[in-house]
């Protein structure tokens, strides 16, 4: 059963950047979308963007963070990773990895991390 | 402010029926049969309850049931239980540019 593992930074100051990474066990990186998906404190969820591995990478990202948005890929490491740069209060938030089927988000999802952005 | 709009808050007693509406556009629910529901308990990560407008994973309750009409989609919980109290969040398909869109969350009080 595949299991999902977010690890990161819990503080980050405002207009640095916020780096996440989720490990993935327990099934295959390759062959499936992956996403990221955040939910601000007492908030609703919003997805962030997703990257999807058959030997080449592809990401799509939500166009209200694409300009500040990366997400990437190591499939040697079983890895996906989180970049959201110039962040402010309003980044903020649980972060979630997830594996998406074709259809629909958030077939597994990681336990979250909480993300805190104050100086 | 989210791209589906659901009610912020329904009840029911335990053995009744609820519906949970989300209502987006022909931009998303109207043209894709790609409507995914998540009940979420506090402190928990969401879990997929329906996905693809009607089917239900393995191991999810038949009480769960979805449906569509036009630009809203529709979460109905039938004989209501109290460990079915948490907020519940629709997500639709939106196209190649937006890919996935949420609604802002319901909180299911069981009474």
């Known amino acids: 059963q595949v299991q999902l593992q977010e690890s990161g930074p819990g503080l980050v100051k405002p207009s640095e950047t916020l780096s996440l990474t989720c490990n993935v066990s327990?099934?295959?990186?390759?062959?499936?979308?992956w996403s990221w998906i955040r939910q601000p404190p007492g908030k609703g969820l919003e997805w962030i963007g997703y990257?999807?591995?058959?030997?080449?990478?592809?990401?799509k990202s939500n166009p209200s963070l694409r300009s500040r948005v990366t997400i990437s890929l190591d499939a040697s490491k079983s890895q996906f990773s989180l970049s959201l740069r110039s962040v402010t209060a309003a980044d903020t938030a649980v972060y979630y990895c997830a594996r998406d089927k074709s259809g629909w988000p958030g077939d597994v999802w990681g336990q979250g991390t909480t993300v805190t952005v104050s100086s | 402010q989210s791209a589906l709009t659901q009610p912020a808050s329904v009840s029911g007693s335990p053995g009744q029926s609820i519906t949970i509406s989300c209502t987006g556009s022909s931009s998303d629910i109207g043209n894709y049969n790609l409507v995914s529901w998540y009940q979420q308990h506090p402190g928990y990560a969401p879990k997929l309850m329906i996905y693809e407008v009607i089917k239900r994973p393995s191991g999810v309750s038949n009480r769960f049931s979805g449906s569509k009409s036009a630009n809203t989609a529709s979460l109905t919980i039938s004989g209501l239980q109290p460990e079915d109290e948490a907020d519940y969040y629709c997500?639709?398909?939106?196209?190649?540019?937006?890919?996935?869109?949420f609604g802002g969350g319901t909180k299911l009080t069981v009474l």
């Open positions: 327990g099934g295959s990186i390759s062959g499936h979308y």
């Open positions: 990257v999807y591995y058959t030997g080449t990478m592809t990401t």
């Open positions: 997500c639709s398909y939106a196209g190649t540019d937006i890919i996935w869109v």
